[in-house]
Nanobody, 124 residues
Framework: QVQLVESGGGLVQAGGSLRLSCAAS????????VGWFRQAPGKEREFVAG?????????YYANSVKGRFSISRDTTKNTVYLQMNSLKPDDTAVYYC????????????????WGQGTQVTVSS
């Protein structure tokens, strides 16, 4: 069992930056692939970024965030980060951290464990 808790959301102006954190507890987190997803009002939850289990270091990004967002993980802290730069109003959503058995995948249904989400609001 893995428990995930996101933090770091907030209100930011367009062009600004935020760093989201996802702290994990429970079973060995480093063996899991991790992903960040987001859900805007009235829209389906969508994949944003993912990283494979520790030691493999593969990453994957949605086209909408490629070049602006970066996912990383600190195994010593059991924490995954999402650095978000050059934020746009379209990035406004609740952001969720998720974990799954490897390999890295991008489907919502592929992930077994989810955090409660953190709100990101980007003003124009």
């Amino acid at each position: 069992q893995v428990q995930l808790v996101e933090s770091g959301g907030g209100l930011v102006q367009a062009g600004g930056s935020l760093r989201l954190s996802c702290a994990a507890s429970g079973r060995t987190f480093s063996t899991y692939a991790v992903g960040w997803f987001r859900q805007a009002p009235g829209k389906e939850r969508e994949f944003v970024a993912g990283r494979s289990r520790s030691g493999a270091a593969a990453t994957y990004y949605a086209n909408s965030v490629k070049g602006r967002f970066s996912i990383s993980r600190d195994t010593t802290k059991n924490t995954v980060y999402l650095q978000m730069n050059s934020l746009k109003p379209d990035d406004t959503a609740v952001y969720y951290c998720a974990a799954s058995e490897p390999p890295l995948r991008i489907g919502v249904a592929d992930y077994d464990y989810w955090g409660q989400g953190t709100q990101v609001t980007v003003s124009s």
